[in-house]
């Protein structure tokens, strides 16, 4: 039996800073910048990161969607879990699907997101794509519409006016400001609630 001396206290909950927008819109890019200048130091938790550890087996076409919809979901569970334990995090994600969104709002503790949306203008996001080489030629312009679609962030950032650099570096001037209600709880109330 744990005396009360041994056991830990329960930490705060970790902020959650909340990037989304499209493939190529420069998350990784303002998530890393984050972690180079936030204080205490964040962890980068990014969706693509949680795609690449599956195993490399190949899976039938018609699973696919069911097994990356299982990734997202257990991916949303870990932020929630990093932020439980008290751990500051930079999420890295596209709300891409309606239900992305409602399943983080159920999970995620609302007060503690910061949710800062990253947008591109389409020919950058093209442009991009073509450059890295990675992804499949279009995937941007198909979530251009459906990744913003929700509409309410605390913050939003142009990353094609502005480098990663300067978002990051607007997003902390932010965090000691931002609204509260936060865009979370405001989702929550809107979209859970009713």
Not at 115 to 120: A, P, S, T, V, Y
Not at 141 to 170: I, K, M, N, W
Not at 182 to 191: G, H, P, S
């Amino acid at each position: 039996m744990t005396s009360p001396q041994e056991s830990s206290p329960r930490p705060a909950t970790g902020r959650i800073i909340f990037l989304n927008g499209t493939s190529s819109s420069g998350k990784s890019s303002v998530a890393a910048e984050l972690l180079r200048i936030l204080e205490p130091s964040h962890y980068h938790l990014a969706v693509d990161a949680f795609h690449a550890m599956r195993s490399k087996r190949h899976i039938p076409p018609d699973l696919v969607d069911a097994e990356i919809d299982r990734t997202v979901k257990g991916f949303h569970r870990a932020v929630a879990g990093m932020a439980a334990a008290g751990n500051p995090v930079v999420v890295d994600h596209v709300l891409g699907k309606r239900w992305r969104l409602l399943d983080c709002l159920e999970v995620l503790p609302a007060e503690d997101v910061v949710l800062i949306g990253l947008r591109c203008p389409r020919v950058e996001l093209l442009r991009r794509e073509q450059a890295r080489g990675d992804r499949p030629p279009g995937l941007a312009a198909l979530q251009f519409d459906r990744v913003h679609a929700h509409g309410v962030y605390d913050l939003e950032c142009d990353t094609h006016a502005y480098s990663p650099a300067e978002c990051a570096r607007r997003i902390r001037d932010f965090l000691p400001h931002r609204p509260s209600p936060t865009a979370f709880e405001r989702l929550r109330r809107i979209l859970l609630d009713g």
